[in-house]
């Protein structure tokens, strides 16, 4: 499989690293927006940019029917638009703020602990604390983020709130999101229940990039021949 590889810092460079060892082929490593010649050597892009470039740089490559798997946060205020494209244009797309394996299967822990404390919620504070390398550029991250929305989803809490933003306003409905920016840390996110009686915690930590780009990859692997848009849940039948 030829590969286009958009955004090429440094999980870009793990990304090619894995593709080649699972014997694919890079057509592709580019920094910018790609032209349509640059992409028509390609079966599949993986897109990990920045923010105010991801966008474009996906649309780019449904209109030019390039199957694309994006883990760039931060822009999902276009998030709707780019379905509407892909679906306008039949293509196929595939979006995750978090490609570890792992970590996807962290997701539906955290989903199913706030499901059965769901009924004594009262009780319970809800804390999320992430911690990444300091060149991250979103704070908090997409992956604290869409844990949130998956305990508010379930109505444990109504909203999540950042520590930067913390004031005397501050209800129990309110999930605070704790953000710390440090040295040569891959990523950590845990999830913490507090009550006056006991305290759960879960944690997912990540140790390098490659947990990330190996779950690119098989996302890209997965989505080829396929049409519609996806998420990590299909790819790993969860």
């Known amino acids: 499989m030829n590969i286009a590889i958009i955004g090429y810092g440094k999980m870009g460079k793990s990304i090619e690293k894995i593709a080649k060892i699972r014997n694919h082929k890079i057509s592709l490593c580019y920094d910018e927006t790609p032209s349509p010649f640059l992409l028509k050597n ?3 892009a993986i897109e990990f ?11 780019i490559c449904i209109e030019n029917n390039i199957p694309t798997v994006c883990g760039t946060t931060g822009w999902l205020e276009k998030f709707e638009l780019i379905q509407k494209i892909c679906i306008e244009k039949n293509g196929s797309f595939l979006y995750s703020s978090n490609f570890s394996i792992g970590m996807n299967i962290f997701f539906e822990i955290n989903k199913k602990l706030s499901k059965l ?16 390398h300091k060149e991250k550029i ?28 913390l004031d005397a306003k501050e ?13 040569n840390i891959a990523g950590t996110h845990t999830v913490k ?10 944690q997912h930590k ?15 692997e997965w989505i080829k021949n396929k049409k519609g848009i996806f998420s990590m849940k299909e790819v790993l039948e969860i």
């Open 138 to 165: 979103d704070k908090p991250s997409g992956t604290a983020i869409s844990l949130a929305k998956d305990i508010i989803n379930n109505k444990m809490k109504k909203t999540w709130i950042l520590d930067a933003k």
């Open 193 to 202: 229940y507090e009550s006056q009686i006991e305290n759960i915690e879960i």
């Open 206 to 220: 990540a140790h390098n990039r490659e947990g990330f780009a190996m779950g690119a990859v098989i996302a890209a």
């Open 42 to 44: 390609s079966d599949v």
């Open 171 to 183: 209800t129990k409905d309110q999930i605070l999101i704790l953000s710390k920016r440090l040295e």
């Open 117 to 132: 404390l769901f009924p004594y919620s009262e009780n319970y504070e809800v804390k999320i604390e992430e911690t990444h």
């Open 49 to 59: 940019s920045q923010p105010d470039s991801a966008f474009n740089n996906v649309k």
